[in-house]
């Protein structure tokens, strides 16, 4: 069945296409049935791309798409993993993702840590043989439904510079921590270890933008805003030291407590479709009624959510948002609104749904796909 359009929206340089939930979710679950997903594994990786776009992270959103399928036709990610459990405690697990694909294998994860959190108070959850995982919010924000903090955390190939350095080293490895509120909108930090996200950058490149001086090097360790020199040869820039400390850390928690790969001994996953990764994550679910009084709790993050957006604003800032809130205006708006798609995303996507024989995005009020 053809996606139809909400409506279209044009903004300065960029034009843009309203697509309804429901539709671009269709859209999806007809990629990954193509590229031989599970209907269950397919609606999980829908709703992990679906949510990314809704909140405004498109990074993370269907833009992703067409690679992740890739992997699975090209034999990079199992369509059917045997995730196991190789080390259980009270409060731990190491768990093989059999290469599946790194959502799969992440909201396995995650359930399983919030499983073991209602009996112990706390559970970490280390991952080996995964792939990327899209956006790390999504699983911690799988605890919140259960009145319990989640914390996600991944590394990934060697996307960025070491702070002092000019070459791709580390991952920007990142980090997401979703805390349950009582009324307003739930905290949640998510956030990769670059000054900005790489999808971003690909991202840019895709819809011909220029980026900010500061973001990435090219192949020469030179500043750029030209997003296409990202790839080949390009390197991110970490967040300052603090910003590669941070991945640092992550790397060590993710990739070597884990036993996954670390650093160079992981390929690209968007390149070396056919390739394994060996991704590592980590994540953690903690119960808050093991330290104090649920209600007590949510009353004091209120609290503290409300003295910090009454602070005196500084000049020239038109409000105080904390972590998450500006997604979760996004998404409502996105509800609401439909969720806006670029025509050189709709362009990239509709050029996969024709090399696996799907029918592609529909635009437009005369029903033309745009190819």
């Not at 998510?190 to 690909?202: I, N, Q, T, W």
């Not at 503290?304 to 500006?326: D, N, V, Y």
């Amino acid at each position: 069945m053809a996606v139809s359009v909400v409506k279209e929206k044009t903004v300065p340089q960029e034009k843009v296409y309203l697509f309804s939930e429901k539709d671009l979710r269709d859209f999806c679950r007809r990629s990954f049935k193509k590229s031989g997903l599970s209907r269950e594994d397919g609606e999980l990786v829908t709703d992990t791309l679906i949510q990314a776009e809704m909140r405004g992270v498109d990074t993370h959103g269907i833009v992703r798409l067409p690679f992740y399928c890739k992997r699975l036709i090209d034999g990079g990610s199992r369509a059917n993993p045997e995730i196991k459990v190789l080390t259980e405690r009270p409060s731990i697990l190491l768990i093989d993702g059999d290469n599946g694909l790194g959502q799969v294998i992440s909201a396995w994860a995650m359930r399983r840590a919030i499983e073991k959190a209602r009996s112990s108070g706390i559970c970490f959850a280390a991952v080996r043989n995964s792939c990327h995982f899209g956006m790390a919010a999504y699983y911690a924000m799988m605890a919140l439904s259960e009145d319990m903090v989640g914390v996600a955390a991944s590394n990934a190939p060697p996307v960025m510079a070491a702070w002092g350095g000019r070459t791709a080293a580390i991952g920007n490895n990142p980090l997401a921590i979703a805390i349950p509120t009582d009324k307003s909108f739930p905290l949640v930090l998510d956030m990769a270890m670059s000054v900005a996200a790489g999808g971003k950058v690909r991202l840019a490149a895709l819809n011909k933008e220029k980026i900010p001086l500061g973001w990435i090097l090219d192949a020469q360790g030179r500043p750029t805003d030209n997003p296409a020199d990202f790839f080949p040869g390009g390197t991110l820039l970490p967040l300052g030291h603090k910003g590669f400390g941070l991945a640092v850390m992550i790397e060590v928690l993710s990739g070597v407590l884990s036993g996954a790969g670390i650093l160079g001994e992981m390929g690209l996953w968007f390149r070396d479709t056919a390739v394994p990764i060996n991704n590592g994550h980590f994540f953690m679910a903690l119960d808050i009624r093991a330290f104090c009084d649920l209600d007590g709790f949510k009353g004091r993050v209120e609290k503290m959510i409300h003295e910090l957006k009454s602070s005196p604003l500084a000049e020239g800032s038109t409000g105080i948002f904390m972590p998450g809130e500006i997604e979760f205006l996004k998404e409502e708006a996105s509800r609401r609104d439909g969720i806006s798609v670029s025509k050189e995303v709709i362009q990239h996507l509709n050029r996969f749904a024709l090399d696996i024989g799907i029918e592609p995005l529909n635009v437009g009020s005369d029903g033309e796909a745009v190819k």
